[in-house]
């Protein structure tokens, strides 16, 4: 007699995130954190770090909730220059901070974290975006075009955001939409879940 797997839980209200989870045609609920991302300390932290402490958090506030479900944490950031750029929440902020990028490099940072009961997983990809050199026009254009303003960095590569660029260096290019699914499915399948 085979054991099912346990209840699969996504620690996110992300959109995104939802619809690439439901890619690997695997039962879950996406349940809210209840994690204060504001409040948490990032003195002294990397952006990769803070990604990662993110991610943690969020997986353990719902694991705390239901200690026998298999909960899946992540948190994307985006770094300039060491810099982290977070979600502009209005239209100004977002074409300025796609100024900031035009015509050079940033890391997109998303880190993942599996707890099951007695295991814990985690997982981080870094991207590479190289943006295209881009006037205020072009930027203006995009802006409005597919309002990113809920998503760091003010673009979505899977929309019009992907004219944007000139070169994208990533292991995983579902992870650059908020979660890495070449991992993550390697993990379920792991723990008993049917991949595919």
């Given at each position: ?6 209840e ?29 991302e504001?409040?948490?300390?990032r ?28 909960v899946?944490?992540?948190d ?22 796609l100024?900031?990028m035009?015509?050079r ?15 814990r ?12 050199p ?7 254009r ?55």
């Amino acid at each position: 007699m085979t054991i099912p797997p346990p209840e699969l839980i996504l620690a996110s209200t992300s959109p995104y995130r939802r619809a690439l989870l439901e890619r690997l045609a695997v039962p879950f609920r996406a349940v809210p954190p209840d994690f204060d991302e504001e409040a948490f300390p990032r003195e002294g932290l990397t952006p990769r770090a803070l990604a990662e402490a993110l991610a943690r958090g969020k997986a353990e506030a719902v694991a705390a909730r239901v200690p026998a479900a298999v909960v899946i944490g992540s948190d994307q950031l985006v770094a300039l220059d060491g810099r982290i750029l977070g979600k502009p929440g209005d239209p100004a902020r977002a074409a300025d901070q796609l100024q900031a990028m035009a015509g050079r490099t940033h890391e997109l940072i998303t880190a993942m974290v599996v707890l099951a009961p007695g295991r814990r997983f985690e997982h981080t990809d870094v991207a590479r975006l190289t943006m295209r050199p881009l006037d205020r026009a072009a930027i203006e254009r995009y802006v409005a075009r597919d309002l990113p303003v809920d998503c760091a960095g003010s673009y979505k590569l899977e929309r019009g955001g992907v004219a944007l660029f000139r070169r994208i260096e990533s292991d995983d290019h579902a992870a650059i939409t908020g979660l890495p699914l070449l991992a993550l499915a390697e993990i379920l399948a792991g723990l008993g879940f049917a991949i595919p």
